[in-house]
């Protein structure tokens, strides 16, 4: 074969390279027109914080875990009944929370000795003689909500918890 023959040999196989690749790339079934374009809206995880679409398919981030401490601070101050005067406070990723001020001696519960409520995800008690305060974090419709619920002592020195009313809702408004 002459090299006359190579030079146009390699001309077209360069040539018909080059059109290939570029039907390959501007083909609507090609890889690169394959990126995903995801829509930019966001889910509101039960702590308030968004989640963006991402990935190949589009799907929302996972919500974190949320990191709970509760926050206990003597006022230095008397209750009319000679009970110290406790400020606690939630701190939820870094956010805080007033919960109130309260009678006693306050410590976070969540233990054998003190289980969570079922659906209870965090929780405080103050207690002062015979009755206290519960302050409980629990997931409502999607959103996490701070509850407090006057704890007493039933027969058998059993603690009665129940009754919880809402204190506030945490994380950022939907």
């Known amino acids: 074969m002459s090299p006359k023959a190579y030079w146009s040999f390699f001309v077209l196989a360069v040539s018909m390279c080059a059109i290939g690749a570029w039907i390959f790339f501007e083909s609507p079934h090609s890889p690169a027109s394959q990126v995903a374009s995801c829509t930019e809206e966001a889910k509101i995880c039960p702590d308030g914080r968004a989640v963006m679409r991402g990935g190949p398919a589009c799907e929302f981030a996972p919500c974190l875990a949320p990191v709970y401490n509760w926050i206990v601070s003597d006022t230095e101050t008397k209750s009319r009944s000679g009970a110290p005067l406790i400020n606690v406070a939630l701190s939820l990723n870094g956010?805080?929370?007033q919960a109130g001020t309260y009678e006693g001696a306050c410590a976070e519960i969540g233990d054998a000795e003190w289980p969570l409520l079922i659906g209870?995800?965090?929780?405080?008690?103050?207690?002062?003689g015979a009755t206290g305060i519960e302050l409980g974090v629990f997931e409502e419709q999607g959103r996490l909500v701070l509850k407090r619920a006057v704890l007493k002592e039933g027969t058998n020195s059993e603690i009665v918890r129940d009754n919880f009313e809402t204190l506030m809702k945490l994380g950022s408004n939907i």
Do not use: Q, R, S, V
Not at 120 to 128: M, R
């Open 95 to 97: 956010k805080e929370y």
């Open 120 to 128: 209870e995800e965090a929780g405080a008690a103050c207690w002062f």
